[in-house]
C-alpha cells in the first residue's frame, strides 16, 4: 500500500530551506506521500522568493518519491490571481447588478426623473448607494405598474424606457396609478468586500487572465515536472461573491445579483423570450412569475460560472497532464445559493477531477440536528452530518472523470484541542461516506503560526506528533479498501438546488439522515444527469450512472421542477424504476402557469411517502442490503466491491457506548473481519442457524470491514472490544504520577491518585507527556488465568508497559490490553499519556469556543482475570 491517501496542505511564509526540508522530511516518515504547496501568504508569490522555495520544495519532494500540489493563489479563497488582475485588467474584476427604484403616483405630466444622480458616485449623502464610491454603469430604466401599490407588479406593464434618457434625465408622461421606476446598474459595491478584485467568475476572458497569471506562470517555470512530480492545482472556495454569508439572498432587499457581459444574451436564450424587463423580479417574491425569473438567472449563471471557472481551468489542466481539484463553498447549503456559494454543488464541481469538500470545525460527534454555535457563526448540523460528505463522494461517483477520488480538506480550525482520537473518528466519519483522500489542515513551517490549528508537527513542539503516524497508517489502509473499487448504494437521492431556486424545498440531507440511520446507503444525484441519456439509463428496473446502480430513487419535497424533469421521472417510472415522492407531489412546472405535468405525475407509479416510513417501506419493498436486527441509529455502513470481492465498512459513531447487533449480509459469502487500525483479520461468530447472519460489537470509535472469508488471512486474534465478566483487582493506588517537564513534576510529587491533571489546582496549562506507575501483586491461581486491563478513562494518547513489555499504543478509547501470559506474582505497570497542545495553547479563538477534555489517566484502572 502506498501513502497516496494523505495530502496535507503545507503552508508557505517564506522560511529558511532547513527548515522546509525538515517539515518534508517529517510528512514523508509519518505516512505522508504527497501535499499541497500553499501560500499563506508567502511575502514574494510568483517573484523571485516563491520560485526559489518552490525549487527547495520540488526537489526535497522528488528525493522522497512525493507528490506535490499547487495551491491556485497568493490566498484563499482562490480567484484574485495575487492581486493581479485588478492591477493589470480591473475591467475584469467582479461585476454586480443593483437595483434602485423609484415609486411615483400617477397621472403625472413631464414628469423629470434624474438618473444620472444614481449612477454618479458621491453623489447621494446619507443614503446608501451602489455608487457611493465608485461610478457605477446604467443597464436599465424600467417601468412597472404596482398592483394596488403593493410590491406585486403587473408584468404586462413592464417596459423598456432606457431610450428616453437625455442628458442623465427623463421626462416623461407617467399614467394614471401606481408605478414604480427601476434603475438596473452594473456595479463593483454591494458585494462580499473580501472578494471584491477577484476575477469574474462569469467571464470566460477574466477566468483566462487568472489561468494565465497563474497556472501558465508555473507552467513556464516547471513544465518539465507537470504530470511527474507536480500532479496538479489546488483550488480553495471559490464562489460568486455578491454577498458575504452563506443564507438564500435571492430577491432580499439590497441584493446584487453577479453580472457579466455574457450574462443577457445568455438569459434571454434561457428564457425564451427577452429577459431585461423581467429583472425587477429578482428583487421581488410576491408574484408567480418570480419562481420561473429566480429560477432562470440561477440555472443561467451557474452553467457560466460552471463553464468559465472551474470548466475552463480543469481543461487547461487536463491539457497540460496535470490534475485539478479542490472544493467550494458548500457550508449551511450555500452549495446551492449565491454569495459564499458557486450555486450548484455538482456543476461547480463538474470541471474537477475529483470530488471535493471540507471539514474545518464542522462536524462533531452527537451535532445530528439543529443549530451548534462556532467561531464561524452559526452551523447546520443536518447538513454537515449527513449531507456534505455525502454530496462530495456523490459528485465522483456519478462522474467518470474523477476517478474515484474524493478529497477532503479536514481538521483545520479545530483548535488545538482536536487530538488523535478525534482525528481517528472524523476519519470515519467521511470514509464512511465515500471520501477516500485526506487533506490535513495543515503542517506549517512558522512555529507559532496561530493560523486555524491545530499545526501537526509544529516545529517538533506538538505532543501528539509522536503518535500522528498510528493515525496516518490507519487513514492510508481505509482510503487504500475504499479506492480503485466500485461503491454500491441502494437509493439515489435528488439533489435540491434547482427547486430551492424557485420554491419550497425539502434539502435533500434530510432523506439522507433516515436512511443512514436505517444502514440504507444512497448518492445524491443531480437532475442534470437525470435528464441526459448519454448519463443515465435505467435497466433491470435500476437507474445507472457510471458505474453506480440503484434500486429506488427519491425526490425530497419540491414545489417547482423543470418540465424536463418531470418528463423524466414520468418515463423513468415508465421504465421500471421505483420513484418515491416525499411529504407531496411538485406543485409547478417552471415557465408554465398550469401545466399537464403535475396531474401525470401525481397520476403516475410513484409512491408519496412520509419521513419515518421511507425506511419500513424500503425494506418492505426489498429495497436493502444489509439488515441489522435492532434500531441502530449511529452505525454506518458503507459498501465497496473491489477486485471482484464486496466489502463493507462499517463504523460506530456513538462517542459514548459500545453497539451490539446481529447483521445480516448478501446470501453467498462466508464473511472474516479485519481491524484497519491492528491492521489484522479475525473471525466474525456467526448466528446459529442463519448463515448470513453475524454478531457485531463495536466499541465507541471503533471501525471494521467486512470480507468474504479468505482462511489464508485469519487467525485467532481477536479484537479486545469489551472487558469480559470476571475476578476483578482494581488498581486505586497509591500511583507515582510524573510530568515529562521536570518543572510539572513538582506539582505531581504529593499526587498519588488519579484525577483529572488540569485541575486548577495542578497543571492547568501543562500539554505534554505523563507518566504513571504502580506495583501490584497476584495470586498463583490468577496467574493460571487469562487477564486483561482496562485503563478505563484516558485523555487521550496512552503507551502500556507491563513489566518492561511494550504493549503499544492506542488513540482511541477502549484502552484495554490483553495481559495473558505476561503477568508475575509482583508485576510493574508503567501507562505514558497525552494529552493535546490545547492546555498549553488554547487562548485563541478557536479553541476558547469549545469545551476542553480533562488530562491525563483517569480510570478506574483495572485488572480481571478470567478462566
Not at 396 to 409: L, R
Not at 452 to 478: D, E, I, M, T
Not at 560 to 565: A, E, G, I, N, R
Request: proline letters at 4%.
Amino acid at each position: 500500500m502506498e501513502n497516496r491517501y494523505l495530502r496535507p496542505l503545507f503552508w508557505q511564509h517564506g522560511e529558511k530551506k532547513e527548515i522546509l526540508v525538515e517539515e518534508i522530511e517529517q510528512m514523508y516518515q509519518n505516512g505522508v506521500g504527497e501535499f499541497i504547496v500553499e501560500s499563506r501568504p508567502h511575502p514574494d508569490y510568483l517573484s523571485y522568493g516563491w520560485w526559489r522555495d518552490l525549487d527547495i520544495i520540488i526537489e526535497a519532494a522528488k528525493q522522497r518519491d512525493m507528490g506535490v500540489w499547487i495551491f491556485d493563489d497568493s490566498s484563499y479563497p482562490s480567484g484574485v490571481a495575487a492581486g493581479k488582475i485588478a492591477k493589470l485588467y480591473p475591467e475584469m474584476t467582479k461585476r454586480y447588478m443593483g437595483e434602485y427604484h423609484i415609486d411615483v403616483m400617477g397621472p403625472r405630466k413631464e414628469a423629470t426623473i434624474n438618473i444620472g444622480a444614481w449612477v454618479k458616485k458621491n453623489t447621494v449623502v446619507g443614503v446608501e448607494n451602489l455608487a457611493d464610491t465608485e461610478e457605477s454603469k446604467l443597464l436599465y430604466v424600467l417601468l412597472a405598474k404596482r398592483n394596488n401599490g403593493t410590491e406585486s407588479l403587473d408584468e404586462t406593464s413592464i417596459c423598456d424606457i432606457t431610450s428616453l434618457i437625455q442628458d442623465g434625465k427623463i421626462v416623461m408622461d407617467i399614467p394614471e396609478g401606481s408605478w414604480r421606476i427601476f434603475i438596473i446598474v452594473e456595479t463593483r459595491n454591494g458585494g462580499e468586500e473580501w472578494t471584491k478584485n477577484y476575477a469574474n467568475p462569469l467571464s470566460k476572458e477574466a477566468m483566462g487572465k487568472f489561468i494565465e497569471i497563474i497556472y501558465e506562470e508555473h507552467y513556464k517555470h516547471y513544465s518539465q515536472e507537470f504530470g511527474k512530480t507536480i500532479k496538479g492545482f489546488f483550488c480553495d472556495e471559490p464562489r460568486f461573491g455578491n454577498a458575504a454569508g452563506y443564507e438564500d439572498t435571492m430577491w432580499k432587499k439590497g441584493v446584487v445579483y453577479p453580472y457579466s457581459h455574457e450574462l443577457m444574451d445568455a438569459l434571454d436564450q434561457r428564457f425564451g423570450k427577452e429577459f431585461k424587463t423581467y429583472l425587477p423580479y429578482l428583487w421581488s417574491n410576491e408574484d408567480a412569475v418570480c419562481k420561473d425569473v429566480h429560477y432562470c438567472y440561477m440555472d443561467t449563471v451557474t452553467k457560466l460560472f460552471a463553464q468559465n471557472f472551474t470548466g475552463q481551468i480543469g481543461d487547461w489542466c487536463r491539457a497540460h497532464q496535470v490534475k485539478f481539484i479542490g472544493h467550494v463553498v458548500e457550508d449551511n447549503g450555500v452549495h446551492a445559493r449565491l454569495g459564499y456559494g458557486a450555486g450548484h454543488f455538482f456543476r461547480a464541481m463538474e470541471g474537477m477531477d475529483s470530488g471535493g469538500l471540507d471539514v474545518v470545525y464542522h462536524v462533531w460527534p452527537d451535532h445530528t440536528e439543529g443549530r451548534f454555535t462556532s467561531p464561524f457563526g452559526y452551523l447546520d448540523n443536518r447538513f454537515f452530518y449527513w449531507g456534505i460528505s455525502k454530496m462530495a463522494s456523490s459528485a465522483t461517483h456519478i462522474d467518470s472523470k474523477k476517478d474515484g477520488e474524493t478529497i477532503c480538506e479536514i481538521f483545520g480550525a479545530y483548535g488545538w484541542q482536536l487530538g488523535l482520537k478525534m482525528m481517528k473518528w472524523l476519519t470515519d466519519h467521511v470514509c464512511v461516506r465515500g471520501i477516500n483522500l485526506l487533506i490535513p489542515h495543515a503542517f506549517s513551517p512558522k512555529y507559532p503560526d496561530y493560523d486555524c490549528p491545530p499545526h501537526f508537527y509544529a516545529g517538533g513542539h506538538n505532543p501528539q506528533w509522536p503518535y500522528f503516524s498510528r493515525w496516518s497508517s490507519y487513514a492510508n489502509r481505509v482510503c487504500d479498501r475504499l479506492s480503485h473499487g466500485i461503491h454500491r448504494a441502494t437509493a439515489a437521492v435528488l439533489y435540491h438546488a434547482e427547486a430551492e431556486w424557485g420554491g419550497t424545498y425539502e434539502p435533500f440531507e434530510q432523506v439522507v439522515q433516515e436512511l443512514a440511520q436505517n444502514q440504507l446507503d444512497c448518492d445524491v444525484v443531480p437532475a442534470d444527469y437525470l435528464v441526459d441519456e448519454t448519463k443515465s439509463k435505467v435497466a433491470g428496473e435500476k437507474l445507472w450512472i457510471n458505474q453506480e446502480s440503484y434500486q429506488v430513487l427519491i425526490i425530497p419535497y419540491v414545489q417547482s421542477v423543470s418540465q424536463k424533469l418531470a418528463q423524466t421521472l414520468l418515463d423513468l417510472s415508465e421504465k421500471g424504476l421505483p420513484i418515491v415522492f416525499m411529504s407531496g407531489y411538485p406543485e409547478h412546472i417552471y415557465f408554465q402557469q398550469e401545466s399537464p405535468w403535475i396531474r401525470k405525475l401525481k397520476e403516475s407509479k410513484a409512491v408519496l411517502l412520509s419521513y419515518g416510513s421511507l425506511a419500513e417501506w424500503m425494506r418492505g419493498q426489498g429495497y436493502f442490503d444489509v439488515k441489522l436486527d435492532s434500531y441502530q441509529p449511529q452505525i454506518r455502513v458503507y459498501h465497496y466491491d473491489k477486485e471482484n470481492h464486496p466489502s463493507y465498512f462499517i463504523t460506530n459513531e456513538d462517542v459514548h457506548h459500545e453497539r451490539k447487533f446481529v447483521i445480516t449480509l448478501p446470501k453467498g459469502n462466508d464473511w472474516m473481519a479485519y481491524d484497519a487500525m491492528e491492521d489484522r483479520f479475525y473471525e466474525l461468530e456467526q448466528k446459529k442457524g442463519e448463515a448470513d447472519s453475524y454478531y457485531l460489537t463495536l466499541a465507541s470509535y471503533q471501525s471494521v470491514f467486512l470480507y468474504p472469508k479468505a482462511k489464508e488471512c485469519v487467525d485467532s486474534w481477536k479484537p479486545l472490544v469489551m472487558l469480559p465478566e470476571g475476578e476483578i483487582l482494581q488498581l486505586d493506588g497509591p500511583w507515582q504520577i510524573q510530568a515529562e517537564k521536570k518543572e510539572a513534576s513538582l506539582k505531581l510529587k504529593d499526587v498519588h491518585t488519579l484525577r483529572n491533571i488540569s485541575s486548577p489546582d495542578l497543571l492547568p496549562e501543562y500539554s505534554g507527556g505523563l507518566d504513571y506507575r504502580i506495583s501490584f501483586e497476584i495470586t498463583d491461581e490468577q496467574m493460571k488465568k487469562n487477564a486483561y486491563l482496562s485503563l478505563g478513562e484516558v485523555y487521550e494518547t496512552c503507551e502500556l508497559k507491563i513489566n518492561g513489555t511494550y504493549l503499544g499504543c492506542k488513540i482511541v478509547p477502549p484502552y484495554l490490553f490483553d495481559l495473558s501470559g505476561l503477568l508475575q506474582r509482583e508485576n510493574q505497570l508503567e501507562v505514558h499519556v497525552v494529552n493535546t497542545f490545547v492546555k498549553e495553547k488554547g487562548d485563541n479563538r478557536f479553541d476558547r469556543a469549545m469545551v476542553q477534555e480533562p488530562s491525563g489517566l483517569l480510570g478506574e484502572v483495572k485488572v480481571v482475570f478470567v478462566g
